[in-house]
């Protein structure tokens, strides 16, 4: 009976330690990813920071810190907020942008590498991220450079304090190490508006070309999705699209919603413009 009670106290002391981990994740996680406005706690703001982001990740609506919410909160995603104050609208579940573009639609980038691939390979990765933006807004020309001092875009790897290319300064957005089943970091990289154009990648995380059901990240889809933030857009509501916050595997294809996106900021070729695209409908149309 003894040993029950001790146990059965265990237990219970177990659970609530438990349950206070995981408040505490939710409420760092919601305030990192710009649910919770800065300057205010309490337990109102935490329900309709959980709220927040039920809605846009598409989970039932409750405000509580069920399964679901924290499994989805559990899953390696881009280190960029999802909402930021003044610049939501979760009524439509669409693509979402930035306020800036860039002005020039011909883009140079540098690179730096990381450790698990060969230079060869993380290049032409790179390349072929940078070239599924340009395939759906032909506006858009991406080239590479080797002197960073002409680039517009800089491509890195970087631990925890990291700084970026050569040159740049130390970046104020430390990563939180490698991402795991079992706790760990979340971040598997970033990304800096127009026209900032610096992408970090976050080196303690594994990444292969497509990632794997080990654990390894995909590097075409990350770097597909941070290219997307360096271009202008922001994260999309819309599962399934590019610009999802959480991480996939594979190669990515983009989604109606990112084509739409990226063609709302860049547009496409003039040439390809028909009269009816310039605005001139026939009678009938809308
Ligand atoms: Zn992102
Ligand atoms: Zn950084």
Same mark, same amino acid.
């Given at each position: 009976m003894f040993f029950l009670v001790i146990f059965a106290s265990l237990f219970l002391f177990q659970a609530a330690v438990c349950e206070e981990d995981e408040t505490e994740f939710a409420l760092n996680y919601l305030s990192n990813f710009g649910y919770t406005s800065h300057g205010r706690s309490g337990s109102n703001d935490a329900i309709s920071a959980i709220k927040k982001f039920q809605e846009f990740f598409g989970l039932?609506? +409750? @405000?509580r810190l069920d399964e679901r919410t924290l499994k989805e909160m559990r899953k390696p995603r881009c280190g960029v907020k999802d909402l930021v104050v003044g610049k939501n609208s979760m009524r439509v579940k669409r693509y979402s942008t930035w306020w800036t573009k860039w002005r020039k639609t011909s883009l140079k980038y540098y690179m730096t590498y990381g450790d698990d691939m060969s230079e060869s390979k993380q290049a032409r990765i790179i390349a072929k991220a940078f070239k599924m933006w340009s395939d759906a807004a032909p506006k858009l020309r991406f080239t590479r450079t080797f002197r960073v001092s002409e680039a517009d875009i800089k491509v890195s790897f970087g631990r925890r304090e990291h700084y970026g290319v050569p040159g740049e300064g130390k970046c104020y957005d430390p990563f939180d190490g490698k991402s795991g089943i079992f706790g760990? @970091?979340?971040?598997?990289a970033h990304a800096f508006f127009p026209e900032n154009g610096r992408l970090h990648f976050d080196d303690d995380e594994k990444f +292969?070309?497509? @990632?794997?059901? *080990?654990?390894a990240k995909s590097l075409i889809h990350v770097a597909v999705h941070e290219i997307g933030h360096i271009l202008g857009l922001r994260h999309s509501n819309?599962? @399934?699209?590019?610009? *999802?916050p959480t991480a996939s595997r594979g190669t990515p294809k983009l989604h109606d919603d990112d084509i739409k996106g990226i063609r709302s900021l860049y547009g496409m070729l003039e040439q390809h413009l028909t009269p009816n695209h310039l605005g001139f409908l026939s009678p009938g149309e809308d």
């Open positions: 039932p609506v +409750t @405000g760990g @970091g979340l971040v598997l +292969t070309e497509e @990632g794997s059901i *080990w654990g819309v599962k @399934g699209s590019v610009m *999802w």
